[in-house]
């Protein structure tokens, strides 16, 4: 009975919780890392600054909850991909299309992220840094997975599935980029219906080529 007591959630906690990631979610993305203080992120909650070092002890783990927060959601649609069944062309259609959703509902948390990546990694302590360089890793060979898959599948180019994995994320984060600086003149969802169009249309073309028709 203790062990099942133990193990409910305080919804309490979770609501504070959550009340202070969104205000500081907007306190960092208004301020930057640097400007940001845990006085203004404590008020734009509506508690106290005691209360939210309960929580985080460090204005540097509660920008990094954030950070890990948006890298944890995008490495688990990845992963989610590569363990689906059907061909990589099916695999990598249905990643854009959730990516795409989870960048709508996490606008915030994208800024956010270009914006950390914009600092100077030096100023943050080696294990944060650390631990978003494994993200970035494992999200890279979760897709290469995929991207292995559709060179044996000859839906893309005989190359180093690696360095095609990398070109593919970096098509994805530009298009990213591209709708967050202007989402009034750049649509993701097209860019992204685009892309993936512009992936068919390879893979239609590699197996003709190998067919020779």
């Keep these: 009975m203790a062990k099942t007591l133990g193990m409910r959630k305080n919804p309490v906690k979770d609501e504070r919780e959550q009340a202070f990631k969104q205000?500081?979610?907007?306190?960092?993305?208004?301020?930057?890392?640097?400007?940001?203080?845990?006085?203004e992120i404590a008020l734009e909650a509506g508690f106290g600054k005691g209360t939210l070092y309960w929580y985080w002890k460090s204005k540097e783990e509660l920008y990094f909850a954030l950070i890990r927060q948006m890298h944890e959601e995008f490495l688990q649609l990845v992963e989610?991909?590569?363990s689906r069944p059907g061909s990589a062309l099916e695999k990598l259609g249905w990643m854009g299309g959730e990516i795409t959703e989870l960048y709508y509902r996490d606008r915030?948390?994208?800024?956010?992220?270009?914006?950390?990546?914009?600092e100077e990694l030096e100023?943050?302590?080696?294990?944060?840094?650390?631990?978003?360089?494994d993200y970035i890793k494992r999200t890279k060979r979760a897709l290469e997975g995929i991207v292995k898959q559709a060179v044996e599948e000859g839906s893309l180019p005989p190359a180093d599935p690696y360095y095609l994995s990398c070109m593919l994320l970096g098509l994805v984060e530009g298009m990213e980029i591209q709708w967050l600086e202007d989402p009034s003149s750049f649509d993701l969802r097209r860019g992204m219906e685009l892309a993936m169009s512009f992936l068919l249309f390879l893979g239609e073309t590699g197996k003709r080529a190998s067919t020779g028709g």
Excluded: I, N
């Design 108 to 118: 915030d948390f994208c800024k956010l992220s270009w914006k950390m990546r914009a």
């Design 23 to 39: 205000a500081a979610l907007k306190v960092f993305s208004a301020k930057g890392y640097h400007r940001a203080t845990m006085s």
């Design 80 to 82: 989610e991909a590569a």
């Design 123 to 133: 100023t943050f302590s080696p294990q944060y840094v650390e631990e978003l360089q």
